[in-house]
């Protein structure tokens, strides 16, 4: 008898405090703010369809004019050009490259060759390039290096040409040789929208200066950002 | 016989404490006192077709940028209003949501979103803002966001309480919020008064590409007097 009496008892008080919670609930109220942010893409390659592919060419007597082919119609020097480094853009599931690679045997002064390449957007964000960061260095017959390769771009149109760091400090001055003219075609900035390409073109000619049995190593960063960012 | 009288004597008793029972009423007397309570009510909410937005880059309007001016297409937030409360008290009846869902769609670095809400007391009695539960999660990372506060202040000026902070993961923080409250300092909302809310983010540039967060911000209220 007593038992159920406590029991009784303890589900009064149960019961009593649910309604004094209800009550006390009611007499507070919650405003509620969600969000979901789906975060884009900004995913630069090389085009996924369409290979790069060189062009050689040959300036005439007086320098004023390339023809294509190599001089005389010989087929000397050779460049071959390819992507690597396989991506897919996380977001889109679009495939791309991230890097081009130019191979060129048996340069000589005065071969020029251009390398053409498609770039792809491959993101949700529309992108910027800005500009293209050009390193290298200079190796010998051993594959030692024997100098940093600098460009020099004084008006900064992508127009200029790689030297040869002879005193190592890190700056194009008197000391330093001229070996290769390097133009970069499109003028930066330039926008490339999602799923929309861009070609370009890298156009090379080898300098007097440039020695024989030697290797020059480039690398051209294309640099693109969010096309909002300064 | 005697069974004859005993039923006379009984009825007599009857009528007999029946005239005692009337005098004894007329010497009693009764005052009722009758109370119909209608209770308040205590309804906080975002008032309905309140809500604005608009987008900016760099703080510049979306359409005015340059170069280009015609990507407006790039990211978009869409707000939406639900769970509905109508006011029982309020002549006339007021509608008020509960919750603001936001949708942030291919967010990026330096875009920006602001929106302006006017948060109503649609119910009969004073509210007190009391706090504020803010979390937040990384759905691509399966992890918790933190919220970091980097000002908490009534402005007079204004007449507002401004909350600066960020919704931060471990890569870095992903947006800068701001809100600005244009309510009383002491945090009360009057009954059918409303109180602009202006709310603004933008986007960090080390907020994670192909991520998708979430966020819940929960405002609380009690009765004026509970606080």
């Known amino acids: 008898m007593n038992t159920r009496k406590t029991s009784l008892l303890s589900l009064s008080i149960v019961v009593l405090l649910s309604l004094l919670g209800a009550v006390y609930a009611h007499w507070s109220d919650v405003v509620t703010i969600e969000g979901t942010i789906n975060m884009g893409s900004l995913t630069l390659s090389f085009d996924y369809a369409e290979p790069p592919s060189c062009n050689e060419y040959h300036w005439n007597e007086d320098h004023t004019q390339k023809t294509a082919g190599e001089y005389l119609g010989k087929d000397v020097g050779n460049c071959t050009a390819y992507f690597a480094e396989n991506i897919t853009d996380p977001h889109t599931g679009k495939e791309g490259y991230k890097k081009l690679i130019i191979v060129i045997d048996n340069a000589y002064p005065q071969y020029v060759v251009g390398i053409v390449f498609k770039l792809h957007n491959i993101g949700t964000i529309p992108i910027k390039v800005i500009g293209y960061n050009i390193t290298g260095e200079k190796r010998n017959a051993t594959g030692h290096k024997i100098y940093d390769l600098l460009w020099y771009d004084p008006d900064g149109d992508y127009i200029g040409s790689i030297y040869e760091d002879v005193n190592g400090n890190g700056v194009v001055d008197a000391c330093d040789i001229e070996v290769i003219n390097l133009e970069v075609t499109d003028s930066v900035p330039y926008q490339i929208d999602p799923c929309r390409t861009h070609k370009a073109e890298i156009d090379l000619e080898f300098k007097q200066e440039a020695e024989e049995c030697h290797t020059y190593v480039l690398t051209v960063e294309i640099i693109g950002i969010q096309w909002n960012k300064g | ?227």
């Open chain 2, 1 to 227: 016989m005697k069974s004859k009288s005993l039923i006379g004597t009984f009825g007599l008793l009857i009528v007999i404490l029946s005239l005692l029972g009337v005098v004894y009423a007329h010497w009693s007397d009764v005052v009722t006192i009758e109370g119909t309570v209608h209770m308040g009510e205590l309804i906080v909410g975002i008032l309905n077709n309140s809500v604005t937005h608009y987008e900016t880059i760099n703080g510049v309007p979306e359409a005015e940028f340059l170069p280009p001016a015609n990507k407006t297409w790039v990211a978009n937030a869409t707000i939406t209003l639900s769970d509905f409360e109508t006011s029982v008290h309020h002549d006339p009846p007021e509608t008020v949501a509960k919750k603001m869902t936001i949708l942030m769609a291919n967010a990026y670095p330096q875009w920006d979103v602001h929106i302006e809400f006017m948060l109503k007391n649609a119910g009969t009695i004073p509210a007190t803002y009391t706090k504020a539960n803010l979390t937040g999660y990384d759905v691509t990372d399966g992890e918790n966001l933190t919220w970091r506060q980097d000002l908490w202040y009534y402005n007079t000026t204004l007449k507002a309480w401004i909350w600066e902070g960020a919704l931060v993961d471990p890569a870095g923080d992903i947006m800068n919020v701001r809100v600005v409250a244009y309510v009383p300092e002491d945090g009360q909302l009057e009954p059918c008064n409303c109180y602009l809310v202006c709310i603004d983010v933008d986007f960090k540039q080390t907020a994670e590409e192909c991520h998708t967060y979430t966020f819940s911000v929960t405002f609380e209220f009690v009765q004026w007097n509970k606080a």
